[in-house]
């Protein structure tokens, strides 16, 4: 048997290609599409945003994480508790006090969590999302079932002068697709930093780490603020385009709708994961559309189809859709310097 | 680099008193008294089963005595958590390989040499730009002889290849004391002799423990001689000595091997 293999880190020249040539397709996206497709792609844009955030923890780090829509929702809910009903609030600090707001939550919650490993980890990350949810679903004062609505998004002013205005869709585009590719540097130098590669190490052999003289505990509580703060972003923005939150957005289905975006896109090189978010979401706005077959809405219960292509990635593609990349890509038992992407 | 031509007190590096582990009502290492000095390999033998594994798993701090202290550089480390006692200037092998296999024979080695860097929290920088680190992976890589594997995949690395790696891990955290759990397990005669060498180069300013069953190797390395049996410490003194001991004839070289 061959000896087991690293995720993909180091991406091939094809795919960086590609990667690049997706960027501008994104770029010009708006030229070609309509308003609706524009919002649609913004929509998968920061879903790309929070399945990165947790590649960070699942794929470079090794914590499957069953809740990390708290942090998604949560930044969410910030926005809203600070939007007052009849003018919009400044951008410049709502952002950063929204994403702080998620960072705190996962430090606190990281640090009672990372001690557990494996699917004890599951468990807590999971315990700790549904508490949350329910603290906003069944509290008139936080929303409750009903949710919150945005009235106003957040104004970009700086001293009376608007360098741009999210009100308008085109910008809320480009201001996203901005921070997709920013998350997206930030992360790729990472995983090739000092800290991204302690980061690896623990997924691959904690104890041995340890041995070697890592406080992992410190680097998992790190990486576990930061992914959250990440999600926190991708909600703040998910909060700006609805212009409403409610309790689902931190609930159960959002965190497994993450994890079906990283398993499918590959693991590890948040590559992957921009990649399975715009699968899934295409995807998804595909299956919905299927008509009935024979008294069988399929439309409706498109989780079928959904699921059964998550099986099937799963099957033949172990690695992701990425992996298949790596395959036609000459097999090499070497891990190259790594190339920042 | 100095010789000592004695070890006095001031050259004991790790000195354990009364180390205990029980496992449930198994009494896995029972009143173990032993020093590592600085240049001077301390060898533990004994049959399967007696407890050696246990005992460098006490002193690296991969498991909590139950009773017990242990003294690493004048700090009592008892109880400490393995990447504590690490810092502390102990760093250690395992019997059982244990790599990151999917990475780079000279990833790991890198790993390993980092954990001691003040960069080791940088998130912008790259791991692999920083000369400390570099320089000291380096150093290990070439004193176990692996500068020629370093892009092999560990994993993929041979047995041999895979042992050394393990010491390289070790010789990247710069330890002052080393335990060394079956250093030479599975290895040919060839490969065997190769690491006695590097173990003779490594013995000067360091202290050692070496764990073994080849009492070929034992015997060309061991400057002290600890014999295990059952969790008791039934021999300990210079080789020549406890070869003739009676009581580990009967127990240990006699019956076994």
């Keep these: 048997m061959s000896a087991p293999r690293a995720h993909l880190e180091t991406l091939p020249r094809g795919l960086q290609v590609a990667l690049a040539l997706g960027l501008l397709a994104l770029l010009g996206f708006p030229l070609a599409g309509s308003d609706f497709y ?29 809740g990390h829509a708290a942090y998604f929702g949560l930044a969410g809910y910030a926005l809203a508790f600070v939007t007052p009903g009849g003018e919009p609030v400044s951008l410049w600090w709502t952002l950063p006090a929204a994403v702080g707001a998620s960072a705190l939550a996962a430090l606190v919650i990281g640090f009672l969590v990372v001690r557990t490993h494996g699917i004890y980890f599951i468990m807590v990350t999971m315990a700790f999302a549904q508490m949350l949810f329910y603290l906003f679903f069944d509290n008139k ?24 205005d999210l009100e308008n869709k085109l910008v809320f585009y480009y201001f996203t697709l901005f921070f997709l590719v920013a998350v997206y540097t930030f ?78 896109g590959g693991m590890g090189n948040f590559a992957g994961a921009i990649v399975g978010a715009f699968t899934f979401e295409l995807l998804l706005d595909l299956f919905k559309d299927l008509p009935a077959v024979g008294g069988f809405d399929l439309g409706k219960h498109w989780q079928l189809s959904m699921g059964l292509f998550i099986v099937a990635v799963i099957v033949f593609a172990p690695r992701g859709l990425l992996g298949l990349a790596q395959r036609s890509a000459p097999a090499s038992a070497e891990t190259p310097p790594g190339e920042p992407p | 680099m100095t010789m000592s031509l004695s070890s006095d007190a001031s050259d004991i590096l790790l000195s354990a008193r009364g180390l205990t582990r029980h496992f449930g009502g198994l009494a896995a290492v029972q009143q173990i008294d032993l020093d590592l000095s600085r240049d001077r390999i301390h060898a533990v033998i004994g049959p399967n089963g007696a407890g050696k594994s246990t005992l460098t798993h006490l002193l690296s701090g991969d498991l909590p005595p139950s009773g017990g202290r242990i003294i690493l550089g004048g700090q009592d480390v008892t ?5 504590r006692i690490s810092r502390q200037g102990l760093g250690r092998s395992y019997q059982k390989t244990n790599i990151f296999a999917p990475l780079s024979v000279w990833d790991n ?35 176990a002889g692996l500068q020629s594997r370093r892009r092999t995949m560990a994993g993929a690395a041979s047995h041999g290849e895979q042992r050394q790696l393990e010491i390289a891990m070790t010789l990247a955290t710069e330890p002052q004391v080393l335990l060394l759990d079956e250093p030479l397990a599975g290895m040919g005669v060839a490969e ?8 003779l180069r490594l013995k000067p300013g360091r202290a050692m423990m070496l764990v073994e069953h080849d009492m070929d190797a034992v015997f060309a390395l061991a400057d002290q ?33």
């Design chain 2, 192 to 199: 065997a002799e190769r690491i006695v060498e590097l173990l």
């Design chain 2, 79 to 83: 109880g400490w958590p393995a990447e």
């Design chain 2, 225 to 257: 001689l600890t014999v295990m049996v059952n969790g008791q410490r039934i021999a300990s003194g210079s080789p020549a000595v406890v070869r003739t001991d009676p009581l580990v004839q009967a127990a240990y070289l006699g019956a076994d091997e």
């Design chain 1, 187 to 264: 992360l790729r130098r990472l995983l090739w930093s000092p800290f991204g590669r302690a980061l690896v190490g623990i997924r691959i052999n904690e104890h041995r780490m340890r041995a070697m003289g890592f406080g992992t505990f410190g680097y998992k509580l790190g990486a576990f603020t930061l992914a959250g703060a990440l999600a926190g972003l991708a909600g703040y923005l998910w909060g700006v385009q609805s212009g409403y939150v409610n309790p689902e957005l931190m609930g159960f289905h959002m965190s497994a709708h993450a994890l079906m975006m990283v398993i499918p």
């Design chain 2, 109 to 143: 080695v890198r790993l390993a040499a980092q954990s001691r860097s003040p960069q080791a929290w940088r998130w912008l920088s790259r791991a692999d730009g920083c000369t400390a680190v570099n320089e000291r992976a380096e150093r290990a890589l070439e004193l």
């Design chain 1, 141 to 164: 004062v936080l929303g409750g079932s009903d949710g919150l609505y945005i009235n106003f998004r957040p104004d970009a002013a700086v001293a009376g002068w608007l360098p741009f």
């Design chain 1, 38 to 66: 524009v919002q649609m792609v913004a929509r998968m844009m920061i879903l790309a945003i929070f399945a990165m955030s947790l590649d960070l923890l699942q794929g470079v780090t090794g914590l499957v994480s069953l």
